[in-house]
């Protein structure tokens, strides 16, 4: 217990597994929590400070299940395991305690084994860094802030710098599930409630892990270099954040190094910026509930490899914003469209690829085995495999898939040799098992190997002579590792061993309930033979694994070199399968404004449909790019009832230019898309509790976010803004919010609405088109077309919907007879003339200090004015006549 509280006294943040045989076992807090977290027993053992101490354990060998569970609810694990053969610590005194020591710190960012990781996703650590320029202060978020973040598991090492305005985006498209940070920085509530609703783990270190003074000389070492100007040019920040993340990768490892790529910079602007709740309202990765299934990710996603399904993920999350590289990808995806023969057996061969980057990084943390070194194996051989399938005759290939085979072929083909001809079929799961090496291999291991297994034969004869001796068929010989080899008979039969002249040739060991056990001065000697040989045997195993790690980690560059080529083999051919089987189009991507999309559909509801009903999608154009003498592109006020399918429309073309410029083809006709910077979606609603906001002020906002960051070469996608309050307060907002997006964003936009007033504003702004969907009445039902067609909707249809969801038919005909009053009432008075006064946000001026001078010439003016027979023109005119008329008046 003393050495327990010592180990725990240096890990006071983590729950201390402390290796203690075939278990690891808490003691105190630790086992309070572990026995509530995993549901096993809390039992006692011992006392401290005359109080018992609370005790509980796992398996060893189901240790992961338990780690994984731990993990998942928020808890740090320290491994403690033991340093020191127990042999060893007895040659100290009988009770001396074996050394032991922590291992390893496991956190949500640090984890390699397969088991606790998803294959088809990358498991990121980040690391966040603030540089100010100005004053030393920690007041508030002001700065410039760096993020590094890898995954220990593949190695990948990327690092970018962005604003506070940009830093919610950049986690999200990252989505870590970790995040270390300064503990001055996280005291900043501004900035931690930022980390936190990401839904990361959230761990501070001291500051001196940030400081950009010595960051340089940090990684350097790190890699080996003396200068870091052959991985490119880092800001502060971003040296600050990379020196950070291995910083503390270093501490978790205690000293082990995963074989990490360079870090590589991810330059402002390269990719579209999607914020978390665009991200969440499109449901891009995880539907809303948080699952998978039903994502876009899931809908696209035909690869056959890990680290194909890792590629995919990562360039969804990341869309291109260069319409060059997005080609390149295109041309890729092509190639194995047009070659059905080449794209079944280029599959086929990928199938056979396992996923060499986390076994690598399994080997050089010295956490892997056999089977690690058998996935390296297997994964070289298929490289060489998909190498040969690449050459040969065919057309010229694309630059992305010539540069794969390039690298397939820089493959090390001695090593992938050696290991095939070193690992035999069956691999044990951990070295210390033994038994992974072919017959043949060594001549040496082989020796012994028979020596042990003939030795084995012998006992069997031996038994037999010993029972034919001793009159006993039940003797047995046995082996555990506590006596080594004895022999047992039944308690029953054990006086013929006592006894003359038996007594002589069998030396009694233990006697149990229901058996006795001996043993012999030949069995002995036997045994001795028998356990050195399996030493031996085994030693040499474990050279050899030792020695074929190191050649496997030495040869990491080359490895993951091949490894990434699959992947992006993988997910251009999976990719064309995608286009194949959903009748997918290439998209013409540049750098215009142009959004035209000819019958687009969504990709996961049309799935879903084939899938349930094997209904058609109803397919819909939009055209939201500048027309002809216009340098912005157009805001469609779409209008129409729920169930319509208004939703799907916008979030379908958002998802196409997401689709688009990741590289894929997109389900349509033809696409034309200008690069989007930018993609903002606020679609449906939801509350945020735990930060004190209702769905309505989590609406206003990311709304906000919207208006305050949307530029021309934007995508907004808004979905009934200022519904959650009351009618007029949200017919106010969405006008005033229509006029931002149209003045000063000037961004290609879709905003769909119930509030049909909104219409009118066609009239005044030249780039609002209106649009809705078409519906049909049958019998006082309303039957949904999903046709988005010019014009407005004049009725939302929203108690037929009410009537399709099963209201009682009294409330039915009730809402009916209301909304015939209703009506009549706005018939006596209606709003329109109201709307028709509201001004232009863009003449929005504030009102004057004192009234203007009253005149019966201003009313003569304003009488001669009719409104419904004015052009845009006229109205100008005639306010300018206003204005000036009144300027004479006030100077008189």
Not at 449 to 464: F, H, N, P, T, Y
């Amino acid at each position: 217990m003393e050495q327990y509280i010592e180990i725990k006294t240096a890990n006071p943040d983590s729950l201390l597994f402390y290796r203690m045989g075939d278990f690891y076992e808490l003691f105190f807090h630790d086992a309070e929590a572990a026995s509530r977290a995993l549901g096993i027993t809390l039992t006692k053992r011992g006392k401290h400070l005359g109080e018992d101490i609370p005790m509980c354990g796992v398996p060893v060998h189901a240790a992961d299940d338990y780690l994984q569970k731990l993990i998942a609810l928020g808890f740090r694990v320290a491994v403690c395991e033991q340093t020191e053969d127990p042999a060893e610590a007895r040659k100290r005194g009988a009770k001396s305690v074996v050394r032991r020591d922590v291992v390893r710190l496991v956190t949500p960012g640090t984890l390699t084994e397969d088991r606790l990781l998803d294959a088809s996703a990358n498991n990121y650590l980040a690391a966040i860094s603030r540089v100010r320029s100005g004053a030393d202060g920690e007041t508030d978020g002001a700065g410039t802030f760096g993020l590094a973040w890898i995954d220990i598991s593949t190695g990948a090492f990327r690092v970018s710098e962005c604003d506070l305005t940009g830093l919610p985006a950049e986690i999200a498209r990252i989505d870590p599930s970790e995040i270390v940070i300064a503990d001055t920085v996280d005291a900043d509530p501004q900035l931690r409630s930022i980390w936190t609703s990401a839904g990361a783990a959230v761990s501070p270190v001291s500051r001196a892990l940030f400081d950009s003074a010595t960051a340089a000389d940090r990684l350097g070492r790190y890699f080996g270099v003396a200068t870091l100007d052959g991985f490119g040019a880092f800001t502060r920040a971003e040296l600050a954040a990379a020196s950070a993340v291995v910083a503390y990768v270093e501490k978790t490892q205690l000293g082990e190094r995963p074989p990490l790529d360079p870090p590589a910079r991810d330059g402002a602007g390269r990719a579209m910026m999607i914020d978390a709740a665009t991200r969440t309202n499109l449901e891009l990765m995880r539907t809303l509930s948080g699952e998978k299934r039903g994502s876009l990710l899931s809908a696209i996603d035909r690869t056959v490899t890990g680290g194909g399904s890792r590629l995919l993920a990562s360039r969804l999350a990341a869309p291109l914003t260069d319409p060059g590289e997005i080609g390149a990808r295109q041309d890729a995806l092509a190639f194995f469209a047009d070659d059905l023969m080449l794209r079944e057996r280029l599959r086929e061969a990928l199938k056979s690829a396992p996923d060499m980057p986390r076994a690598l990084s399994r080997l050089a943390l010295q956490r892997g085995g056999p089977r690690d070194l058998d996935t390296i194996r297997a994964g070289l051989e298929a490289s060489g495999a998909i190498a040969r399938l690449l050459e040969g005759p065919q057309q010229e290939r694309p630059a992305h898939v010539a540069a794969a085979e390039r690298r397939l072929r820089e493959a090390p083909v001695a090593l992938a040799r050696e290991l095939s001809m070193a690992l035999a079929d069956d691999m044990p799961l951990l070295a210390r098992d033994g038994g992974f090496l072919r017959a043949g291999y060594r001549a040496d291991l082989d020796e012994l190997r028979s020596l042990r297994d003939e030795s084995r034969k012998v006992i069997a004869g031996l038994q037999a002579g010993y029972a034919d001796a001793a009159g006993i068929r039940a003797l047995k010989i046995k082996h555990n590792n506590v006596l080594g080899w004895f022999i047992e008979v039944p308690a029953a039969q054990a006086t013929k061993m006592l006894a003359e002249p038996h007594n002589e040739t069998f030396i009694h060991r233990q006697t149990m309930a229901g058996a006795m056990r001996f043993t012999t001065v030949e069995l002995g000697d036997l045994a001795t033979k028998i356990a050195n040989a399996g030493q031996r045997a085994l030693a040499i195993e474990l050279e050899t694994f030792e020695n074929l790690r190191t050649a496997v980690v030495e040869a990491g560059a080359f490895i993951k070199a091949a490894a990434d080529a699959l992947a992006m083999l993988d997910v251009s051919s999976a990719l064309a399968v995608l286009a194949e089987s959903e009748g997918y189009v290439r998209p013409h991507v540049d750098a215009s404004l142009a959004f035209e999309i000819d019958g687009g559909r969504h990709p996961v509801v049309e799935q879903a449909l084939k899938r349930d009903s094997g209904e058609p999608f109803v397919a819909n154009d939009s055209a939201l790019g500048p027309e002809k003498g216009r340098d912005s592109g157009q805001i469609w006020l779409i209008t129409g009832p729920n169930m319509a399918g208004k939703s799907t429309f916008l979030r379908q073309n958002a998802l196409i230019a997401v689709l688009a410029q990741m590289g894929s083809f997109v389900p349509a006709r033809a696409a034309h898309i200008g690069v989007v910077d930018r993609l903002f979606s606020r679609v449906g609603a939801a509350d945020d509790l735990a930060r004190g906001r209702s769905t309505f002020m989590v609406e206003m906002v990311e709304t906000a976010a919207i208006l305050n960051q949307a530029g021309e070469r934007s995508l907004v996608i808004l979905d009934e803004i200022g519904r959650g309050t009351a009618t007029f307060d949200g017919l106010s907002i969405a006008w005033a919010a229509i006029e931002h997006l149209h003045e000063v964003n000037r961004s290609r936009a879709l905003f769909a609405t119930h509030y049909h007033e909104l219409t009118a504003l066609s009239q005044r702004l030249d780039r609002l088109v209106n649009a809705t969907v078409r519906v049909k009445e049958w019998k006082g039902d309303v039957v949904f077309l999903h046709e988005i067609v010019p014009g407005s909707a004049d009725r939302s249809y929203g108690i037929q919907v009410a009537k399709l969801a099963g209201l009682p038919h009294a409330v039915v005909e009730r809402a009916r007879a209301v909304l015939d009053q209703l009506e009549e009432q706005d018939r006596k008075a209606p709003s329109q003339a109201l709307i028709d006064d509201l001004p232009l946000f863009a003449a929005h001026v504030a009102p004057a200090t004192s009234a203007a001078p009253h005149s019966d010439e201003l009313g003569v003016l304003l009488d001669g004015l009719d409104p419904d027979e004015m052009t845009p023109r006229d109205a100008l005119e005639a306010l300018y006549a206003l204005r000036a008329k009144r300027a004479v008046l006030k100077k008189g």
